[in-house]
């Protein structure tokens, strides 16, 4: 948000996610498809370490 010139503490961002989390949840519920179930897994993943050898 800085990046657009918001200064804009936590709190204040916790609050907004409080607030809105329940509409989005609601609008994005319709997309969530029941067969995916309750759990998943991760299969392996490899990633660069930041250190070029």
Do not use: F
Request: no cysteine; aromatic share 16%.
């Amino acid at each position: 948000m800085l990046e657009r010139g918001l200064d804009v503490g936590h709190t204040t961002l916790y609050r907004w996610v409080q607030h809105y989390a329940p509409e989005m949840e609601r609008r994005l519920r319709w997309y969530w498809k029941p067969s995916m179930g309750y759990s998943w897994r991760v299969d392996e993943t490899y990633g660069a370490s930041g250190e070029s050898a």
